[in-house]
């Protein structure tokens, strides 16, 4: 998900004529959002955040835990320079500190930012959240501004 974010976002700015080759937090939070509410609800549902992660699940070695090995290898695959903002992304979604990701952190990860509870992530939940994390890992990439 970030990976193709990032690569969409790398295009933006020829698109929209300009100079900057970055985009700011929040833009690039709304983004990764409509990339992931797959079936355009409005709401990215716990599923749809499984979805995203069994993605980064190893096609050699497809047994429903990313490794930190894994994630990475995913996401520096194309670009070497998000290895940095990849480990950083990585603490944050082991939610359980075990150095595997699992259910467990996926629904962890998912209450981190359903902050009223109500057991579905909105679009303004998962901007406000994800704003947030960007800001505070952005030192590692020069794609967020
Ligand atoms: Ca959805
Ligand atoms: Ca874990
Ligand atoms: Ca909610």
Known sequence: MLYLVLALIALLPACLGQQQDCVPADFMAHVMFVESDVDGDGVLHLRELIDVFREY????????????????????????????????????????NDHR?????????????????????????????WTKLFNSVKHHTNLIC
Do not use: A
């Not at 259910?103 to 981190?112: E, N, T, V």
């Open 101 to 129: 990701l699992t259910m467990d952190d996926y629904d962890g990860f998912y209450r981190q930012m359903d902050v009223d509870t109500d057991d579905s992530v909105t679009e303004p939940e998962f901007t406000t959240y």
């Open 57 to 96: 699940d190893d096609v050699d070695n497809p047994d429903g835990i990313v490794t930190r090995e894994e994630y990475v290898k995913y996401q520096t695959r194309h670009d070497p320079e998000l290895d940095g903002l990849s480990h950083e992304l990585y603490n944050v979604y082991d939610v359980n």
